[in-house]
């Protein structure tokens, strides 16, 4: 099964799909870009990540080269080539090549990259058990609702956690919990499930939109709004949600176990919730 490569408007060999060392995407971190994966082969909620496209692009002020339908074939083209069983889809959108300068190229046409990778299911015994977390200070810029690809705070605290034995990191913006560097974070408060509002300070993440829904479905109450650190290390239950990460337990904070009564086990709403989402992706 190969994997592909997209440059473009052209399908290669991700071993051949190279760009300019002048790409403003490598340069300045000018650009955007979305993971999506396929259940049964279908990717997941496309609709969603190419809206969210197209908010990020509309954000930064980068014209996207094609229509939505265009992104909709090249994506499913990509799919059908790889031939894996799942995928994971990775599309960056940058400003493009052009001599180095902070301003805008005006010739400049963006460049568009894919990748489509297989997708590996989560360890299964890990959406199991749950995993540990770290909370870090959340010193990303002031546009966490941009996908943009200017991840090094993302990066640094994902690397923290695993030098840590963690599995992810959680944000902290002024004593409120944000979300995690990969992940959105959801916590458990007597039957209550809060996570973060929608807004500049978090990612709204497509996973996030569907849990919350189907959360509302199985008849739990939600509340977007700002938890603090205090109510996440004091939580009855904490999961986190994403594309990679689907519906995850979090069984530790800093080292200090959480869950019915410390006993760092999910909880019965995360498990509620896990169970809602698997069986929506069917
Ligand atoms: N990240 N918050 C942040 C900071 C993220 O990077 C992600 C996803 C999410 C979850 O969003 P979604 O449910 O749409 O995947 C929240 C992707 C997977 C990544 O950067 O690899």
């Not at 265009?70 to 889809?89: A, F, L, N």
């Not at 959108?93 to 894919?114: E, I, K, N, Q, Y």
């Not at 941009?146 to 913006?173: D, M």
Request: glycine share 8%; proline share 6%; aromatic share 8%.
């Amino acid at each position: 099964m190969p994997d592909i490569g997209f440059v473009n408007d052209r399908f290669l060999p991700l071993e051949e799909a190279t760009v300019s060392v002048e790409d403003r995407g490598f340069q300045f971190g000018d650009g955007i870009y979305e993971v999506i994966r396929t259940y049964h082969g279908q990717p997941f909620q496309l609709d969603a990540h190419l809206a969210r496209l197209e908010r990020s692009a509309k954000a930064v002020e980068l014209p996207l080269p094609w229509s939505i339908q265009q992104w909709v074939t090249y994506i499913r083209d990509g799919i059908t080539r790889s031939g894996y069983p799942e995928s994971k889809v990775y599309l960056q959108l940058t400003r493009g090549v052009a001599p180095r300068d902070h301003v805008f190229p005006s010739a400049a046409r963006p460049t568009a990259v894919m990748t489509v990778r297989e997708m590996k299911p989560m360890d299964p015994a890990l959406q199991a058990s749950g995993v540990s977390v770290i909370t870090m200070d959340d010193w990303r810029w002031g546009r966490c609702d941009i996908k943009s690809v200017n991840l090094l705070p993302n990066v640094l605290a994902r690397q923290k956690a695993k030098q840590t034995g963690a599995f992810e990191a959680v944000f902290i913006r002024s004593g409120r919990v944000t979300e995690g560097a990969v992940s959105n974070v959801m916590i458990v408060k007597a039957g209550l499930v809060l996570t973060a509002p929608e807004g500049e300070q978090i990612l709204s993440g497509v996973t996030r939109t569907i849990v919350l829904e189907l959360t509302k479905k199985e008849g739990l109450s939600v509340e977007e709004r700002f938890v603090s650190l205090d109510d996440l290390q004091r939580a009855d239950e904490i999961f986190l949600t994403g594309t990679t990460v689907e519906v995850l337990p979090v069984v530790r904070v800093d080292g200090k176990a959480i869950g019915p009564g410390g006993s760092g086990k999910p909880g019965p709403v995360t498990l509620k919730v896990q169970a809602a989402f698997q069986r929506f992706v069917g």
